[in-house]
């Protein structure tokens, strides 16, 4: 049993021992192209004739895979499973379940560079982005085992009493609905399905149709570890044909979501229906993204609060909830600060290309994405001033430049106010720190924030009124580590899940009151 949490070491690129395993891996993995992946229903392999076709973003005519697309009956068949299975899991006592995904992540860290190198191709990340999210999924996992193990060693303190023997303890709550997101496929997921699991609930994991591939060598990983049929199901397939249903689907207990407002909202109306059958309200956790801003004063280090601004606005291409969508900053240190971030910007992208290749800006993750993208772009130029990139090419693959676009009203300026999810960077200038905590206030978002100053009467300012779930002072807004900056935002970016917590994990769980009479 894992006692005390120590997050697991991200791998250093630049060691060439670290370089040539990732690139053996990708050689691997790319010899494998072109497969047939199944749905996984109580621990059966199901292949189905209509497919989902997984494609690289960096090269778009290559096929990373094929994923089953399942029917409305295969979900129910899923959900039914893991009903069925809850019966059994939910009595497993909390060590051994601990020990399921204790084997679990010894799978993971053997198979590390294989998972990071599906991810490379899949969902366009860099080394370093993609390895981060199997030690995040690790880390995920060694910390829910810890505070499971605590919440059921320990139960809820009461005031003792002479004549009753009273107890308090907390149970599963029943099959939920697993939503991943397609920019973390591996971490994310595995967070929040193994958050349900370790305190013994079932799941059905609908994985994005992005990322199919990712998800469904995650199933892999879980039949390998013994995980019992049913505990964890697996439908790919679109939110239209099976989504809906599954979240409606009167045995299904909760639903926990990564993705956009709209996605979450219409999940969040759907489940507040009481069905047929269904004989429980059901919970909703949700992670609706954001748009993020990072203020900048004249006491800040503009070097450095450059560098934060750009690894926050364009890691991963700006697909990140957290990333940076405006910098805010102080009009006395404006003009020096965009000059600044134009200059890191247009040296970004340069450096732009593939991921195979560890290049630090690739594609975005779909035709989708890139014509959405590209509308904000254009909307942008009638907006504001276009000082950096603004380019975008779909030719060979889904590439986006790093874009700047200076002078934008907060007030008017769709940029400015709507969740772009790409690397586009709305800049704008303000008189004070106080009209710069009400323009990054004034969006329905409030997931992070950065502030880079070193005025301590701004420092409190931001932590008392710049209204985010996540601040970050004098550091980028991307990047939270597990067991150091629990996530979550607050009004429409979610119900302020904090992940990697024993708060994280009361969303899965009831409280049952046990009273004994002695007295008698």
């Known amino acids: 049993m894992i006692k005390v949490f120590v997050n697991e070491p991200e791998l250093d690129f630049s060691i060439e021992e670290n370089k040539k395993a990732m690139e053996e891996a990708l050689a691997l993995v790319h010899t494998q192209f072109g497969k047939e992946y199944p749905l996984y229903i109580d621990g059966e392999k199901i292949f ?9 973003p960096c090269k778009k005519e290559e096929v990373v895979g094929y994923a089953s697309s399942a029917s409305r009956e295969q979900a129910d068949a899923a959900i039914r499973a893991a009903y069925k299975a809850y019966d059994t899991w939910r009595f497993v006592p909390q060590q051994v379940r601990c020990d399921y995904l204790q084997r679990l992540v010894g799978i993971m860290r053997k198979r590390r560079a294989e998972i990071a190198a599906w991810m490379i191709y899949e969902s366009g990340k860099n080394f370093g982005e993609a390895d981060g999210e199997v030690c995040e999924a690790i880390d995920f996992i060694n910390s829910y085992c810890i505070e499971a193990q605590r919440l059921a060693d320990e139960g809820v303190p009461l005031v003792e009493s002479k004549t009753e023997n009273n107890r308090c303890e907390y149970r599963p709550i029943g099959v939920g609905i697993i939503i991943p997101p397609w920019n973390f496929p591996f971490s994310i997921m595995v967070g929040m399905a193994m958050a349900a699991v370790v305190t013994g609930n079932t799941v059905v994991i609908k994985p994005a149709s992005d990322t199919p591939v990712v998800a469904n060598k995650f199933m892999e990983m879980c039949v390998e570890a013994g995980l019992p049929s049913g505990v964890v199901n697996l439908v790919t397939g679109s939110g239209g044909e099976i989504g809906d249903f599954l979240v409606e689907h009167p045995l299904t207990r909760f639903i926990n979501f990564t993705g956009s407002m709209e996605v979450g909202i219409r999940i969040n109306r759907l489940a507040a229906n009481v069905n047929p059958g269904q004989i429980w309200l059901k919970r909703v956790v949700a992670e609706m993204g954001g748009k993020n801003a990072i203020i900048i004063d004249s006491s800040a280090d503009l070097e450095h609060a450059a560098n934060g601004v750009i690894t926050s606005a364009y890691g991963y291409q700006g697909q990140k909830c957290s990333a940076c969508s405006r910098a805010i900053v102080l009009e006395n240190v404006y003009d020096e600060f965009v000059e600044l971030i134009k200059k890191k910007a247009e040296d970004l992208k340069s450096k732009m290309g593939e991921g195979k290749d560890n290049a630090p800006f690739n ?7 890139f014509n959405n993208i590209v509308k904000y772009i254009e909307q942008g130029k009638k907006e504001g001033k276009l000082i950096c990139g603004g380019g975008y090419d779909d030719s060979k693959g889904f590439y986006i430049e790093p874009t700047i676009i200076i002078d934008v009203d907060p007030k008017t300026a769709v940029i400015a106010k709507e969740e772009i999810f790409g690397p586009v960077l709305a800049v704008i200038k303000v008189k004070t720190f ?7 206030n004034g969006t329905p978002y409030g997931l992070t924030g950065a502030v880079y100053t070193n005025n301590r009467d701004n420092i409190n300012m931001a932590k008392a009124l710049f209204h985010v779930g996540n601040l970050y002072i004098n550091r980028k807004s991307t990047g939270a580590v597990v067991g150091h900056h629990p996530f979550g935002g607050y009004n429409m970016s979610g119900t302020t ?7 994280y994990l009361y969303n899965f769980l009831q409280l049952k009151s046990i009273s004994e009479n002695i007295a008698w």
């Open 48 to 56: 189905t004739e209509k497919k989902i076709k997984s494609i690289n």
């Open 497 to 503: 899940a904090k992940t990697g917590t024993r708060d």
């Open 434 to 440: 106080q009209e710069a905590i009400e323009v990054a």
């Open 363 to 369: 594609a975005v993750i779909s035709q989708h994405a």
